[in-house]
């Protein structure tokens, strides 16, 4: 897993979602919309993923104040037959729109067997993990895709061209094998880059160094100073670089979205809109085979998957979503560790709005353990 580390205290779940909420109720949205923000956000940083957490609020905040997120968006679904629809977010969070969209996939599928809702006039949307658990959740197989502005080298070129393009595919499993119900689903979200550029971005606010291969800086030379990265390597030489080409397709082409360099840059003018594309897919494995003869069978595939020799000694071979749900549970009891400079930040923006900040659980700076699996 890619991952930088630097000085942290440890913040209450708990009080670190309230605060969120609370801080985008200031910015206008309305209360319901803020939990859902909020709750993306922090479960983020629960499951590990800090490029996706807390991290990110400042940043909405600033494009809220400058115009180009609409905080109270009025997102409409048009409906294109008995398996496909559009979602136009009408510049709203990214969270609020990917939700609807994968709600509306589930119900889709319910009546078609499988359905698919495209997505227009998005902003950054979080970890996909948040909307493809959603459908997991429903007893289906969720496909959930996005893609964001350029940053990443494509095999062989010395330019960026694609964003990280991020994909998430996610499949219930029966906690017990027994079929009754679907706690830890298997949960597959990467992106198509080697690190998320939002690792990155944690990197240059903390002032740590990121690991040699991830990033070039503006001559193509590759670089560890997060504050100089201009492109990010695809993961896989071309494997990554293809996957994420293909990404664009599904994101922009079928919602006439902007593709590739054609993106408004996350970190550019922040009173452009990003007009981000998307694609959510559902499948409802009842119309294939029984959810319970499925849950049995998919328990089958770990136990084998999980008895597997590990390369070193006492480890153990995880599947997909199983390192973020065993750090979700550490940092439900631990607390959630934010940089000293992020503390600072929100804690400069909780003056503003006269908001009391989270409670603080360590009182000495800590080095954190993890940031960030690989998304966008």
């Known amino acids: 897993m ?7 205290r440890s913040v209450d779940p708990h009080e670190l979602r309230e605060f969120s909420a609370g801080m985008l109720r200031v910015a206008g949205l309305g209360d319901e919309d803020a939990r859902v923000v909020a709750d993306s956000l922090v479960e983020a940083n629960l499951r590990g993923v800090d490029s996706h957490g807390v991290a990110r609020l400042p940043h909405y905040l600033r494009r809220i104040r400058h115009g180009s997120i609409n905080p109270r968006p009025q997102i409409r679904v048009e409906v294109l ?4 629809a559009r979602v136009d977010g009408d510049r709203g969070l990214g969270q609020l729109v990917m939700l609807t969209a994968a709600e509306q996939a589930i119900e889709l599928a319910r009546r078609a067997g499988s359905a698919w809702v495209a997505v227009a006039n998005s902003s950054h949307c979080g970890a996909l993990a948040y909307y493809g658990l959603r459908i997991a959740e429903a007893g289906m197989i969720g496909m959930v895709f996005s893609h964001v502005d350029t940053m990443v080298l494509p095999h062989g070129s010395k330019e960026p061209f ?24 298997l949960c597959l979200d990467m992106a198509t880059s080697k690190v998320p550029w939002n690792t990155v971005a944690n990197a240059a606010t903390e002032g740590v160094p990121i690991e040699e291969g991830w990033a070039v800086d503006a001559d193509g030379n590759g670089t560890t100073d997060a504050a100089a990265v201009v492109s990010l390597h695809p993961f896989g030489a071309y494997k990554g670089s293809g996957l994420g080409l293909v990404i664009d397709v599904l994101c922009a082409m079928l919602s006439d979205s902007p593709f590739g360099p054609d993106i408004p840059k996350m ?14 897919g559902a499948i409802d494995i009842g119309r294939f085979v029984p959810l319970s003869r499925f849950h049995a069978r998919v328990a089958e595939l770990l136990q084998r998957w999980g008895a597997l020799a590990p390369c070193e000694p006492g480890g153990r071979v995880l599947f997909p979503g199983e390192p973020e749900m065993i750090e979700r549970e550490r940092r439900l009891r631990e607390g959630i560790p934010l940089g000293l400079r992020l503390l600072g930040e929100l804690e400069a923006l909780a003056a503003v ?5 989270p409670g603080v659980l360590t009182g000495k700076p800590k080095a954190a353990r993890r940031q960030a699996v690989a998304r966008p």
Not at 2 to 8: A, E, G, L, V
């Open 2 to 8: 890619p991952q930088i580390r630097f000085d942290c």
């Open 81 to 84: 037959g008995p398996a496909a």
């Open 162 to 185: 694609c964003g990280t393009n991020p994909l998430c595919i996610t499949s219930p499993r029966a906690a017990d094998g027994s079929g009754n119900g679907s706690t830890g689903a």
């Open 267 to 280: 970190y550019g003018d922040l009173g452009e809109p990003r007009r981000l594309g998307g694609l959510v």
């Open 353 to 357: 709005a006269s908001l009391a900040m």
